[in-house]
């Protein structure tokens, strides 16, 4: 189930919401673990029965890990154990993720005659992978108290953080689902405005750009300079939108239940240098990435050249986690070296206006995105030659006609008139992420009250989504999940 189908919000998310408190309600919270349990169950294994036993597999196997790792007191054994859990972990990722592109790779560079094995990447594999070792590290650092095998198993498989995050930890998600509560009206109000955002945003928004960017990609020849920045810009836009949508249903759908989700985006392209980027961007990945990345490798404690090292090996790893293919590489490589620079800029004293700063980071961060999308790194390079390619204005003169313009700047892709349009949504979504906080932070600033105008405006949000899904049922699909 996609949380933008109506079969999650219309139908199974108000049962499970129902069932859950109503569990509270007639038997004293005895069933609300089993529950979730439950919900998250069938949740995922609608997907894929075959990979819901793998994931319960290796929650079991995590479990005892961490399980030891409480009760072992010798350090050294423990240090053993801890990295034989790591290894577990990132061994089951690699095998899913990136197996066929090491033997790709081998293949090509080597010569060899390996066969690639046709292997499907279990859904949420890479978010509670790195769910998971964050705990069996905690539970190495006596950070973690034990829990049941209930609790812990509702820790990974609890389904609004499942497939795409955000990457909780069980420190911040273990003690709520042993609170004992009632009702709380407005949390599950605040849940459903927050869920409703995200809808609009993943359904009118994103997967309108969808459209334009996947025309794009799959012809870039045919750009030019024009068509090439609004392809990018679109992208840029498409994914903030789609993966922002996802997180503010997956907290939406917690609420429901009671339970709070860390926030995922805090308005990042509003960001005005890399580092504030990284603080905005998915930001639980950005935590996992500083907690057991960058710190453990010495953080900025040491050398300014070994922090430099650092920084580039935790962003260069964080591409690979997104997925196996040099674009991703690229990606991670781009901003490790943007966060270099960045660090070393910081040492001369000299300040950008805020103006300067935002267009340098922004623009920084849409051409990285090409990488990220780019089904190869030719295709990547030739829309970066599109966007810096000025040739097609060579023929434009003092009787050249605006129409003759448009046509010379937009390539074969686009008509004029398409280009003219997609910049001006590109200008008003511009707009849209530097006026407005997020999801989150904008209901925390709202009356939480029930009332006509918001039942009305809300109603009309779900019913547009609804016959847009209806129409592209085939084709609806959240970035971040084959990450």
């Not at 999801?439 to 016959?467: D, G, M, N, Q, Y």
């Amino acid at each position: 189930m996609l949380f933008c189908d109506p079969k999650y919000f219309a139908i199974f998310l108000p049962i499970a919401a129902f069932l859950y408190w109503f569990s509270i309600g007639k038997h004293k919270f005895r069933w609300t673990l089993p529950m979730l349990i439950i919900a998250s169950t069938v949740f995922y294994a609608t997907w894929s029965v075959k990979f819901f036993a793998l994931l319960g597999l290796s929650a079991c196997i995590n479990y005892t890990f961490g399980y030891f790792l409480s009760a072992i007191e010798k350090v050294g054994k423990r240090k053993q154990l801890l990295a034989v859990g790591i290894l577990f972990n990132v061994g089951l990722l690699g095998y899913f993720k990136y197996f066929n592109f090491f033997v790709d790779n081998c293949n090509y560079f080597f010569g060899t005659g390996w066969n690639v094995v046709k292997i499907i990447l279990p859904l949420g594999i890479s978010f509670y992978t790195f769910q998971q070792i964050a705990y069996l590290v905690d539970a190495y650092k006596r950070t973690v108290s034990r829990c049941s095998l209930g609790q812990y198993i509702l820790f990974v498989i609890f389904f609004p953080q499942l497939i795409a995050g955000p990457i909780v930890h069980y420190q911040e998600m273990v003690p709520q689902f042993g609170k004992v509560r009632t009702i709380d009206w407005e949390s599950m109000y605040c849940g459903i405005i927050i869920f409703v955002i995200g809808l609009a945003k993943k359904v009118l928004i994103a997967d309108t750009l969808a459209t334009y960017v996947q025309n794009g990609y799959a012809h870039v020849d045919q750009l030019a300079f024009a068509s090439a920045w609004i392809v990018s810009l679109c992208y840029t836009f498409q994914l903030y939108f789609d993966f922002s949508g996802y997180a503010d249903m997956a907290i939406g759908s917690g609420l429901l239940f009671g339970i709070r989700l860390p926030e995922n985006f805090n308005s990042p392209y509003q960001a005005l240098d890399i580092q504030d980027f990284w603080r905005r961007w998915h930001m639980t990945l950005s935590t996992w990435l500083k907690n057991y990345i960058y710190i453990p490798l010495g953080g900025s404690r040491c050398s300014q050249a070994h922090t430099c090292i650092n920084l580039f090996l935790t962003f260069f790893i964080g591409g690979i986690w997104h997925g196996a293919g040099w674009g991703f590489v690229a990606w991670g490589t781009l901003h490790g070296l943007a966060s270099i620079i960045h660090r070393l800029w910081q040492l001369t004293g000299i300040h950008f206006s805020k103006l300067a700063a935002w267009l340098i980071t922004f623009n920084f961060v849409n051409i990285a995105w090409i990488f990220f999308r780019a089904e190869s790194l030719s295709k990547a390079t030739t829309v970066l030659r599109k966007m810096f390619d000025l040739s097609c204005l060579n023929g434009v003169n003092g009787s050249t006609t605006l129409r003759e313009v448009k046509q010379l700047t937009s390539g074969i892709l686009f008509s004029g008139n398409q280009c003219l349009k997609l910049v001006l949504v590109c200008c008003i979504l511009t707009l849209l992420c530097l006026c407005f906080k997020s999801a989150r932070r904008w209901t925390e600033c709202l009356t939480l009250r029930p009332s006509f105008f918001k039942t009305c405006a809300f109603s009309l949000v779900i019913w547009f989504s609804w016959a847009i899904m209806a129409s592209r049922a085939d084709k609806i699909e959240f970035l971040y999940w084959q990450f």
